[in-house]
């Protein structure tokens, strides 16, 4: 537990990936500036069909979680709650995670087309939860003891599209609401188990049962592991094949 927040995240590969293993990449980062702090998640999905989908996802949290926490930091200083973090803000380090990753490619002579990744990020304030979405999976919240999926994935016409952070036509989604005590951060393997699609909002008895885990453990490094066990179980795997990723955050008292 830090600044009042339990968390934990894991990533695993599908059954029937080659030699690069796992394209999908989380993190999870506190800003803290004196007894003021806010909480920091990325997460990306690399294509499976980019050959360096992988390494575009985690650069992409990588470029996110240290953008938003660098600016984070400077703010928790002296800005009042209201002005630590805005949707401004999440254009700003989108485009900055752009800019990273179509970097990475010309260095290494590459298309752009072979760094496709999403791109998802969460910050939670004193003041607000601020989300932002390029591409599917899916950020869940829980405020007031309702769950809530702000920003539904858009189900395409044919399985598997989406948008990536290097199209430069993508739509950045963003979401500004009020700080959310629970988060779900999940790539699209998850999204059948965690997503109501009829109703257009989080599968509420899958939401509580992961959060309940993560608020009875006691040992973050095992439920790490475990964590990454039911992943990869037959359970999952008998509703999905592709990587599947996913981090909590549970905010608990101090």
Known sequence: MVSGWKTVSAAVAGPNKDARGCQDA??????RAGPRHALVIALADGAGSAAFGGDAARLIVRTLAGAAVSRLRR??????????WTLDDMARVFAGARDAVTRAAQEHGNPLREWGSTGLLAVVTPHATVLAQMGDGAICLRHADTWTCPIFPDLAAYVNVTT???HADAPLQTHFGPPADALL???DGLQPLALDYQAGQPHVPFCRAVIAELGKSTDGRKLQRDLQAWLASDA??????DDISLAMALRVSA
């Open 26 to 31: 989380v993190a999870l980062r506190i800003a």
């Open 75 to 84: 703010r928790l200083l002296s800005a009042p709650d209201e002005a630590l």
């Open 164 to 166: 990536f952070v290097t």
């Open 185 to 187: 951060l999940l790539s």
């Open 236 to 241: 999952i795997r008998a509703r999905s094949d």
